[in-house]
């Protein structure tokens, strides 16, 4: 499978997502059966805000964390994300906003170009 997705589309990807994980669940009207449908994403978003800030990459405003380390996170998000609605009991449209989107973020963590990945040296 290529794998297209380089450390500078990904940047540009990040504060998007961020703002849209913070924005998404209060336009969706997430959690109206579980508070926790709502508050996951928001939470998660501002992580991934401040994540992004302190990624080392082009878009990093403070860079101290290495790209390999926001990959791992965003691969963890992703697995959470897939799994959470049913440890959780989400149902309907909350379970499905965190599948769909735990499985597009673990899509684009696959997708990346070997090259972006932490090496032996």
Known sequence: MPRFIT?????YLDYPVALGLIAMPFLFGLGAENPLALWLS?????????LTLLTDHHL???????YWLH?????AVGVVFVVAPF????????????????ATVLAVVGLHQPDDKPGLV
């Open 71 to 75: 990959l791992a996170v965003d691969g």
């Open 7 to 11: 450390k500078t589309i990904h940047a």
């Open 87 to 102: 440890l959780l009991g989400f149902s309907g449209l909350d379970l499905w906003y965190y599948v769909l989107l735990g």
């Open 60 to 66: 990093g405003v403070v860079r101290v964390l290495p």
């Open 42 to 50: 928001v939470a998660t978003g501002i992580a991934a805000f401040i």
